[in-house]
């Protein structure tokens, strides 16, 4: 590699060229790969954390750099499998460097050990409203309590996984990152909070912490080719970045005349993408703005939509990029914040200073009603940069590519309401359902979820419990069933809001029933009686089966909505373990955790 050659290409004059080369000629390939991380480190200190270091503090910041290349420990806590997935990456991309590497789910991995790791790269994503996934909980605890150990001998970074939509954006990623530091530990790399679009973030963190350790003899070259080497997440070839363009083959309101719901069950043609998926996977789906609703942005900002505006994607007209590329619905914490900073707004920033009246002011609100409510003059560029990427929505497939082979099914339920003073829809159940129709193209893509998956072993009993739309995967499982022919005592739990127009796939249901696919199925319309029966009332009337079920190793599924339906759910199926198991409520819960971390309680909510 000729040095000089390479930093004549550079900025600097021929003097320091001539010195830098005299200087960096005397070193090895090692110390060369050194020298780039250090000064990758400089610039990320000085150019992300805080632009306003001074030399002083960037000095101080080197020894984040002499960090010796010792084994890296990497724990993680997912749910879905996106973080499970980043921290595999992470483990790959570490032993290619060289680096030795000891990756752990959180609920595997023995407390004990703390006291041995030197480096630690935890990756968690956030559930529930702000709370830690599952296979987290315990850590999570653990640091948090009384017996927390010193850990300062551990030096460490996190990397967070959410969902701005939601207030506590990647508040599990943010716990451990201040607790691992309260508990003394040294942060190598600042921490990573990734959005649903994680994986550009995601990338960037792997290789300033991988650099912040890494300082090997590998050659300088393959530093330079880092980005060819970064494996992929998953090894499809269309995914959220690059979607595929499936054109929708049949659209159907599954909902008869009279219903007050909008459920639509679309198939699309997967030929030529080279998408293979499972039951229980789900897909990405991108939507776009309605034509109304941009207008009205424009009026309201004094725009035409030919103004020209610098998007994440390129130059763009205002129009397009408000249609396409940006979400004017619903009104997220970040857009919220990004506006009240921009518009130096008092009324905002006091709301946004608190959690409960934030939440509040979200709800039903979208960009117009602010933009109408707290009027200020932007520039276009300024409009768009508040608003958030267009980001796409996951839908539980509802087929088994074995029985439709080249098609995706999906089950949509179409979001409208109305609220300060106008009617609104959900952003892309809106379009599928309004400004899409059969033969025109939809862009998606494969979301692979590991963690709900059929029973390996095919003989094993299996409870559904798929209210509403949730009733998705279940006719995956079914029709994956049928086709495998494999026959296994089913149990469905299915609930709408009225028997006569909300049975969603009924007759498929009665169909499963009659060939012996589905052994048993409970139903409940909430609306149908005076008063409310939701699924759970049919799981407590038929507790002492249910248990039995349990006990001859059945795997429990529950698919919907996380709001209600989930929390019920795991109530009632608590109950039914106290009262059929005869135990505490404490040994209750340590039952279904059990059942969790083997996989046999699987959710899949939203
Ligand atoms: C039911 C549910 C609740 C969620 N709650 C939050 C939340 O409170 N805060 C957040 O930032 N993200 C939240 N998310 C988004 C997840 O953290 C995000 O999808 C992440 O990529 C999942 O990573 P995992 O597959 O490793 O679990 C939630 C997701 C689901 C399905």
Redesign the pocket.
């Given at each position: 590699m000729d040095l000089k050659k390479g930093l004549e290409r550079g900025p600097f004059n021929d003097r320091q060229t001539e010195k830098l080369s005299n200087a960096l000629s005397e070193l090895d390939s090692g110390q060369l790969y050194w020298l780039s991380g250090y000064f990758s480190g400089l610039n990320y200190v000085a150019s992300t954390v805080s632009p306003e270091l001074d030399n002083q503090t960037i000095v101080s910041t080197t020894t984040v750099t002499e960090v010796k290349p010792e084994k890296i420990n990497i724990l993680?806590?997912?749910?879905?499998?996106?973080?499970?997935a980043l921290a595999k990456n992470l483990a790959a991309q570490a032993k290619e460097r060289g680096v030795e590497v000891d990756i752990s789910d959180m609920a595997s991995f023995k407390t004990r050990e703390l006291k041995n790791i030197k480096n630690l790269a935890v990756v968690v994503?956030?559930?529930?409203?702000?709370?830690p996934?599952v296979q987290a909980e315990d850590l999570h605890k653990y640091l948090h309590g009384k017996k927390a150990p010193n850990l300062s001998h551990v030096n460490f970074s996190v990397l967070g996984?959410?969902?701005?939509s939601?207030?506590?954006?990647?508040?599990t990623g943010k716990d451990f990152d201040t607790i691992l530091e309260k508990l003394g530990a040294k942060r190598l790399a600042p921490r990573q909070d990734?959005d649903?679009d994680?994986e550009e973030e995601a990338e960037a963190w792997q290789k300033i912490f991988l650099d912040s350790i890494v300082r090997t003899s590998e050659e300088v070259s393959n530093l330079e080719n880092l980005n060819d080497v970064i494996a992929p997440v998953n090894g499809i070839k269309y995914d959220k970045k690059k979607p595929f363009e499936a054109t929708i083959l049949e659209k159907i309101n599954l909902n008869a005349t009279g219903s007050s719901k909008e459920t639509i069950h679309l198939e699309l043609d997967l030929a030529g993408s080279g998408i293979t998926y499972e039951p229980g996977d789900a897909l990405g789906v991108y939507g776009s703005n309605s034509p109304k609703l941009v207008q009205a942005v424009l009026e309201a900002t004094n725009f035409d939509g030919k103004e020209n505006v610098i998007t994440h994607k390129g130059e763009k007209k205002l129009l397009e990029a408000l249609t396409y590329d940006y979400e004017l619905t619903p009104l997220s914490k970040t857009t919220l914040s990004k506006y009240a900073e921009l518009t130096d707004n008092l009324r905002l920033n006091k709301i946004l200073s608190n959690s409960a009246p934030v939440l509040e002011y979200l709800k039903g609100r979208d960009i117009l009603d602010l933009l109408k409510e707290e009027p200020h003059k932007l520039s276009p560029n300024e409009l768009i940069s508040v608003l958030r990427k267009n980001t796409p929505r996951m839908y539980s497939i509802a087929s088994s590519q074995k029985a439709v082979e080249d098609e995706v099914h999906l089950l949509v339920s179409v979001v409208r309401y109305n609220a300060f003073g106008r009617n609104k829809e959900g952003h892309c159940s809106s379009t599928l359902a309004d400004r899409l129709e059969v033969d025109d193209k939809v862009k998606i893509f494969l979301d692979k979820n590991s963690r709900f998956k059929l029973p390996k072993k095919p003989d094993i009993p299996i409870i559904m419990v798929g209210p509403g739309t949730g009733i998705a995967p279940f006719r995956a499982f079914m029709q994956q069933l049928e086709v495998s022919e494999k026959r296994t005592p089913s149990w469905l739990f299915f609930g709408d809001r009225n028997f006569t127009t909300d049975f969603l796939y009924q007759t498929e249901w009665q169909q499963y029933l009659k060939e012996g696919i589905l052994t048993k199925a409970d139903v409940a319309f909430s609306r149908d009686q005076t008063h409310k029966q939701y699924v759970q009332h049919r799981m407590l009337e038929n507790g002492k089966e249910l248990y039995n079920w349990l006990e001859s190793g059945a795997h429990f599924y529950v698919c919907g909505d996380?709001k209600n339906m989930a929390k019920d759910v795991d109530l009632a199926l608590k109950q039914i373990i106290q009262q059929q198991g005869g135990v505490t409520l404490e040994k209750a819960e340590e039952y279904i955790k059990n059942l969790q971390l083997s996989n046999r309680y699987q959710a899949d909510?939203?």
């Open positions: 993680f806590g997912s749910h879905t499998g996106n973080s499970e994503s956030t559930h529930g409203l702000g709370e996934p996984l959410g969902d701005s939601y207030v506590d954006f990647c508040q990734c649903v994680y996380a909510i939203y």
